[in-house]
């Protein structure tokens, strides 16, 4: 049976569930396939998921779409394609302590932001607070990727970037109050995350394996939204202990399940949506008209 590898772009969590589902529920063994999930905290993200896609390590990579994006159009250009997205709607924000007098993203003037280093991110950041108003000066600080949400926690960071379902459940949980920023909400129109993206070399020589595991992928989020609470049973037994123990997952779960897509929607991307992202930053002079002549996701594989 083919084994088939992914990079997750997180250590295990509720957008990861259908994966974990499909695995111990034998979907991808039936499909045909083995699937290898391999979790950032292997390495402590040494390697981001992209990377490992472009070196060859894995046949899949979950990430933002904006990495799509950003391996075509590096000087030795990777094609990259997004073959499904896990979630249907944007559902990440900056997000800020309640307790700081930061009300709205033009308050981060002068503040601290930590940083990802994804490549669009700090411009991301920094037109949000331009569209609020300010002047888009603030601090960026690059701390270990793993431990970003915690600078947060512990004020070394007066803000950054989040999944609503999971680090918002987690200060929810923990009677933590938070305020977010949506990017819609200020004129910025993000595209999918994350996605799952594979090269175009590998859906060309093994594309009935990658549509069989995108089946079986399906088949597993479309359970977890039928059967929250044993599709969170199966995630839990894969989550880092510290956030089984700190994070509602019924909760994040329901959070998620919302948003994953019904079963003819499920993995689709539309093009109207992956174009105003490219306009988006094309205008902002983030990229060039060349990237839309790129083939950058798909939906055949569906």
Known sequence: MPTLRIALDWTPNTNHTGFFVAQELGYYTASGVELHIISPATDEYATTPAKKLELGEVDFAVAPFESVISLNTKPARVPAVAIAALLQQDI????????????RPKDLDGRT?????????DAIVRQLIVNDGGTGDFTVTYPDKLGIWNTLLTGAADATWIFDNWEGVEAETQGLALRTFALADYGIPYGYSPVVMATAEGIAARRAEYTAFLQATKKGFQFAIQNQREATDILRRHVPERDARLIDLEKSQAAAAAFYGNASEWGTMAASRVEAFLDWLI????????????????????
């Open 92 to 103: 990440s924000s900056i997000a800020t302590l309640a307790t700081s007098n930061i009300a």
């Open 113 to 121: 932001y930590a940083s990802y280093r994804a490549r669009y991110e």
């Open 283 to 302: 205008a902002h002079g983030l990229e060039t008209e060349a990237v839309k002549n790129v083939p950058l996701f798909t939906n055949s594989l569906l």
